[in-house]
T-cell receptor, first 113, second 108 residues
Framework: DVKVTQSSRYLVKRTGEKVFLECVQD?????MFWYRQDPGLGLRLIYF???????EKGDIPEGYSVSREKKERFSLILESASTNQTSMYLCASTPGGYGYGYTFGSGTRLTVV | RKEVEQDPGPFNVPEGATVAFNCTYS??????FFWYRQDCRKEPKLLMSVYSSGNEDGRFTAQLNRASQYISLLIRDSKLSDSATYLCVARGTDKLIFGTGTRLQVFP
């Protein structure tokens, strides 16, 4: 089974801190994604990457950046955390191609105080 | 208009009931479709792919109607363990588009 591992299950950070969320997948997948999920809003795409050192903005990239230095690792960075970034963050990966769904990590519940 | 639209529910059904969810998608060029299941405070997990010919996996049947641009999921003989949120998914130009989910609650 594909495993997508997110480094932290729960995280509490202070306003203004720089926050790093790490995601690692073990199946040599090309494509990786970062979402946030909030009640009533569903999954919203922040950033995605189709290859090493490549990144594309999703629907809500403001306040975030990403890094993909190695194929298996995709990091989400909150440059200066704010309370409105309190959310569940989900990483996903897929081999690419039309027939494949995404495999999600177990999520990081981030609280910014 | 959202690219993938679902009735948020909740659908409250007794054990043993048959329940059906529909969703509509706006991009007629979408080429692949899925249903995901998400338990409370957990990550979404792939339930099944959806094909034009329809597909069945045990008590679950998924159908795609390209002409009307809707996808359905039928659950027969509902179990308490089926209680979850079901996400409808269509492939957009270069990535998957997720609906906001339909909540199902199965009661004894």
């Amino acid at each position: 089974d594909v495993k997508v591992t997110q480094s932290s299950r729960y995280l509490v950070k202070r306003t203004g801190e720089k926050v790093f969320l790490e995601c690692v997948q073990d199946m040599d997948h090309e494509n990786m994604f970062w979402y946030r999920q909030d009640p009533g809003l569903g999954l919203r795409l922040i950033y995605f990457s189709y290859d090493v050192k490549m990144k594309e903005k999703g629907d809500i990239p403001e306040g975030y950046s990403v890094s993909r230095e190695k194929k298996e690792r995709f990091s989400l960075i909150l440059e200066s955390a704010s309370t409105n970034q309190t959310s569940m963050y989900l990483c996903a990966s897929t081999p690419g191609g039309y027939g494949y769904g995404y495999t999600f990590g177990s999520g990081t519940r981030l609280t910014v105080v | 208009r959202k690219e993938v639209e679902q009735d948020p529910g909740p659908f409250n059904v007794p054990e043993g009931a048959t329940v059906a969810f529909n969703c509509t998608y706006s991009n007629s060029a979408s080429q692949s479709f899925f249903w995901y299941r998400q338990d409370c405070r957990k990550e979404p997990k792939l339930l099944m792919s959806v094909y034009s010919s329809g597909n069945e996996d045990g008590r679950f049947t998924a159908q795609l109607n390209r002409a009307s641009q809707y996808i359905s999921l039928l659950i027969r003989d509902s179990k308490l363990s089926d209680s979850a949120t079901y996400l409808c998914v269509a492939r957009g130009t270069d990535k998957l588009i997720f609906g906001t989910g339909t909540r199902l609650q199965v009661f004894p």
